[in-house]
């Protein structure tokens, strides 16, 4: 069955970086449209970018635009999504989702199929 693994998060200090992985198995991610979601304590889930299987186009939170890119591997079946300047209230569990269909609006109720997420802790 379909699977999404998450991997790569970990303690940074602020201004650092981070690289996080999603691996797929049991599913084509070329089939879908592809987003990086992410919980923060206390908080509401949130969008952080997602990007579309057609066009290949992003879409990155307000909140994280410019610090982050989305990409996607297909020959590999992954997905990516590269974190700079991280700030600490980009802390939060980080997850990899899928659906079917278009990747905007990049909303979590959207999105259909999850990964157990990957812990990122930014701080001092």
């Known amino acids: 069955q379909e699977q999404l693994v998450e991997s790569g998060g970990g303690l940074v200090q602020p201004g650092g970086s981070l690289r996080l992985f999603c691996a797929a198995s049991?599913?084509?991610?070329?089939?879908?449209?592809i987003g990086w979601f992410r919980q923060a304590p206390g908080k509401e889930r949130e969008g952080v970018a997602c990007?579309?299987?057609?066009?290949?186009?992003?879409y990155p939170a307000d909140s994280v635009k410019g610090r982050v890119t989305i990409s996607r591997d297909y020959a590999k079946n992954m997905v990516y999504l590269q974190m700079n300047s991280l700030k600490p209230d980009d802390t939060g569990v980080y997850y990899c989702?899928?659906?079917?269909?278009?990747?905007?609006?990049?909303?979590?109720?959207?999105?259909?199929?999850w990964g157990q997420g990957t812990q990122v802790a930014v701080s001092s």
């Open positions: 049991g599913l084509q991610l070329d089939r879908y449209s």
């Open positions: 989702a899928v659906r079917e269909g278009l990747a905007f609006p990049c909303w979590p109720s959207r999105y259909n199929y």
């Open positions: 990007i579309s299987s057609s066009d290949g186009a992003t």
